[in-house]
Structures are given as C-alpha cells and as structure tokens.
C-alpha cells in the first residue's frame, strides 16, 4: 500500500530502476527482474499511490542475451524507453501497450575502450545515451585519468546527432541524469 511519504512495495518484483511520467498522470514505471520466471525482465506501471495499473513487457533470455537493463525513461504520451548494457548497448522503444516500435545500437566504435551505456534521457525529439568508457592503457592511468564520459545525443529513430567526451578522474562517477522541462 502507499503511504503519505509516496513509498509503496512492489510484490513479486526485484525491482532494480524507476521513472516518472511527469504530466498528469504521474505514473511510475518500474524495471525488475520477476521472482518468477520467465521473462527476464518485466516493466510494472503504478499510479503515483502504488495502484498497480498493468505490465508493459517482458523480454526473454533469448531477445538481448546477457544484457542487464541499465536505464529506463518513459515519455507523456506512454512510450517507454529501455537502455541495455553489459554487451552491445541498446536502445529499445515501446509503446504504452507494450509493443516493440524500435530498437537501435548504441555507442561510438573506439580501439581504446570499452563502452558501458549507464543512462538514458528522453529531451524532446532526442534521445541522450551517457556512457562511461573504461580506457585499457595503463599511461592515461598513471595520468590518474579513470575513465571517459561520452554524450551521445540521437533522433528517436536512433541516427546519430552529435556526440562530446570528457575524462574524469577515478573520484567521479556518473550514476544517472536528470531531465528539466519548461512551458512553451
């Protein structure tokens, strides 16, 4: 049940990343791995109290083979957006109802790294992929240089718009970004 702190419990689900719709409807949109099986991730859509409202997905082992959900956005006309990482990176897009609409990879093709997508920001007519690259040469180490940041920005039909870096050192850590609106 929910309370007046806005927690409530997720029955059946680990639940492992949250987002908001912000508009009216202040749905929350849940990823977690069923306690059951078989899917290997599930996305629950909850009001805003911990009403259960319904189940958007499951993907199966077989659609994105050992890859975890890094991320998930959603937008306010319902589409969700789910970001895989830990293999090839990438970007799947359903509708309110569940159905795939798109999916498309991720990510810049370097020698020198090797990219894990951590975040996903609906802005928009783009979609933000934030990746963080882990460099295998011990010189940049020793430069106390820990790893680069990437800023991917794409079309939502996944075509590549621009990208920017920035290396950081092993004190910083991007977990997650946050996105701003404003009235037109």
């Known amino acids: 049940d929910g309370n007046e702190h ?16 912000e ?3 202040r749905q929350v949109f849940v990823v977690g791995v069923p306690l ?5 991730f599930v996305v ?12 958007l997905l499951g993907v199966q082992s077989g659609q994105e083979a050992g890859c975890r959900v890094k991320a998930i956005t959603a937008c306010n006309d319902g589409r969700v957006m789910v970001l895989y990482g830990s293999c090839r990176s990438s970007v799947h897009v359903f509708s309110a109802e569940g159905d795939c609409l798109d999916q498309f990879s991720v990510g810049l093709d370097t ?9 996903i920001l609906w802005a928009n007519e783009h979609i933000i992929v934030v990746s963080r690259s882990g460099f295998s040469s011990s010189s940049l180490h020793s430069l106390g240089v820990y790893c680069e940041v990437v800023v991917a920005i794409y ?27 404003h009235n037109e």
């Open 36 to 40: 059951q099986k078989p899917p290997d």
């Open 44 to 55: 629950n859509v909850y009001e805003n109290d911990g009403t259960f409202l319904r189940s």
């Open 111 to 119: 020698e020198s790294m090797a990219e894990v997508a951590d975040t």
């Open 155 to 181: 079309t939502e039909d996944g075509e590549l718009v621009c990208h920017f870096s920035n290396h950081l050192d092993k004190r910083h850590i991007v977990k997650g970004a946050i996105s701003g609106h």
């Open 23 to 25: 508009e009216k409807s």
């Open 6 to 21: 806005g927690r409530f419990a997720v029955d059946g689900l680990r639940a492992s990343r949250l987002t908001v719709v």
